[in-house]
């Protein structure tokens, strides 16, 4: 069930103190970052490094993005930049659901006014 059905049921003004609620959410701009950090451990190659042992060396925070088909980019993280990162990608993905639900509540409202100049063109 799509988000928006249920949204016929909520009063105009009820949709419009949502809608205003939602963009007073919305976090920073600044402080936003679309991709994923990614735990790594890893060996080197030598063999006599404790990683050729069996204990890798780790962990290393990789960001990665994906640029479009097939084409990925990103770096590494330095340890203390890793929960700051997080919060930049949890930051994303709330502005990213919080604008789709905006968008929702634009459509139903959009929707009411057609429905509302169909019926006065009708009165006439």
Do not use: F
Not at 36 to 60: D, F, M, Q, W
């Amino acid at each position: 069930m799509k988000a928006s059905e249920g949204l016929g049921r909520i009063p105009e003004l009820a949709l419009r103190k949502r809608k205003r609620g939602l963009a007073e959410l919305l976090p920073p701009v600044t402080e936003i970052l679309r991709g994923s950090l990614v735990e790594r451990y890893v060996t080197c190659g030598n063999p006599s490094c404790k990683c050729a042992r069996g204990e890798r060396h780790g962990p290393i925070w990789y960001l990665t993005v994906t640029l479009g088909p097939g084409r990925t980019t990103g770096g590494i993280v330095s340890e203390e930049k890793v929960a700051e990162v997080r919060a930049w990608i949890e930051n994303y993905h709330k502005l990213k659901d919080h604008i789709e639900k905006i968008s929702e509540i634009n459509r139903e409202l959009l929707r009411r006014e057609r429905e509302r100049e169909r019926k006065q063109g009708r009165k006439k």
